[in-house]
């Protein structure tokens, strides 16, 4: 395929790209730096699957495949990113890569190809916001050696030829730590959040007219989420004639634990709903539209996609008390509700709390959604990436 010259091009390398998380911060950012500065938008990939939803929410980005299949093993995809770069950096006025923890090095070597090959282009990386789970290539974390002082030259390289670092946090919160290598990229740092986008028309409830409903979405059956700590609560819980829906990913010992939960604790049996995961953007939005709380216990978090997702629906968010849920999308307990992570007690005082009416659920619902509306709707995001100052 080939690339159209006629206008500036930003090219996303994203190998193992699904529909699923093309419609997210993948394709929202491509999508909307594309219709914003009038650029033309790429996202590299394999051909994993079919990407309907993509080609229906992001209508100017465009998908180029890499030949054959993904391949997580070996050195097939740094092979083929590689030799994309090679090929093509010229044409490339803004590479926007990831930091991938599989491939600990691969990234800052394909960014350290570009600027080789394209000393004009504009390297732009994004980064998590958990510090304590990035890989090596991050600074402190190389081990002495020979080996280890060649990986490490090629990150010092790599910090020194970004142009824009995207973090999904404040970046106080990283420079914090002094740690030389992050000071090599510290003018270069934006605040980019994870953002929202209501893709299909619909009229938000105000919250006096949503369910009395507890929604929990995403990787449930994941450990970082915390959906144990949920049900652990939910055993002291008076539910009364309020209702729980989870939609996401559940393993099939958690739907036995519910069951047990259901059958031992009367003020539960009936009142909780497995949907699953939902692939269709329209029904999960309305799920979020139909329900007051939105509840996230995760042990550890950044500022996960159904966050923002949640308060744009005007749901009140209960979540952990983390840095990103707490000072991010809260702002310190002031647009939603917050408990100590790892917790189940704290969070049965609370759910019980907003449960009995104890709580002003209107008033915070109202300043959620003014502040999804301020910080996390994508076109905010990316205006404070200041893209035009890059590209002149």
């Given at each position: 395929?080939?690339?159209?010259?006629e206008r500036k091009n930003i090219v996303c390398l994203y190998p193992w790209l699904t529909d699923s998380t093309a419609i997210k911060c993948t394709g929202q950012i491509c999508e909307t730096i594309a219709v914003k500065h009038n650029l033309n938008s790429y996202i590299v990939t394999y051909n994993n699957e079919e990407y309907n939803r993509f080609k229906k929410y992001c209508p100017n980005t465009r998908l180029i495949f890499l030949k054959g299949k993904l391949n997580f093993r070996g050195w097939t995809v740094f092979k083929d990113l590689c030799c994309f770069i090679l090929f093509n950096s010229r044409k490339i006025d803004i590479l926007y890569l990831y930091h991938f923890p599989e491939d600990e090095f691969a990234i800052p070597f394909i960014g350290n190809l570009y600027k080789f090959i394209n000393k004009h282009g504009v390297l732009y990386i994004r980064l998590e916001a958990d510090i304590d789970t990035l890989p090596q290539t991050f600074p402190g974390n190389i081990k002495k050696g020979i080996k280890n002082m060649i990986k490490k030259s090629i990150v010092t390289k790599f910090y020194r030829n970004i142009d824009l670092l995207g973090v999904i946090d404040n970046p106080d919160f990283y420079l914090s730590r002094k740690l030389r290598l992050w000071q090599l990229s510290a003018g270069k740092i934006r605040v980019q959040l994870n953002g929202y986008r209501i893709y299909e028309p619909i009229q938000i409830k105000p919250l006096v007219e949503k369910d009395n409903c507890i929604v929990l979405a995403g990787r449930l059956n994941s450990f970082q989420k915390g959906?144990?700590?949920f049900l652990e609560a939910l055993k002291?819980?008076?539910l009364k004639n309020w209702k729980v829906i989870l939609m996401g990913e559940i393993a099939p010992?958690?739907?036995?634990?519910?069951?047990?939960?259901?059958?031992?604790?009367?003020?539960?049996?009936g009142?909780?709903?497995i949907l699953g995961h939902i692939s269709d953007v329209a029904a999960?939005?309305?799920v979020l539209n139909d329900a007051k709380i939105f509840c996230l216990p995760s042990r550890f978090d950044g500022i996960p996609l159904v966050i923002p997702d949640a308060m744009s629906m005007g749901c009140v968010i209960i979540g952990s008390d983390l840095f990103g849920i707490k000072e991010i999308a809260t702002n310190n307990g002031e647009c939603g509700l917050l408990f100590p992570e790892w917790n189940p007690d704290k969070l049965a005082s609370l759910l019980n709390k907003v449960i009995?009416?104890?709580m002003d659920l209107e008033a915070i619902s109202v300043k959620a959604k003014n502040r999804a509306e301020i910080l996390f709707h994508w076109d905010t995001i990316v205006e404070g990436l200041a893209?035009?100052?890059l590209l002149n």
């Open positions: 395929m080939n690339f159209k010259l959906f144990d700590i002291s819980t008076d010992e958690q739907i036995e634990q519910i069951k047990r939960i259901e059958n031992d604790y009367s003020f539960s049996k009142k909780i709903t999960y939005l309305q009995s009416g104890e893209i035009p100052s």
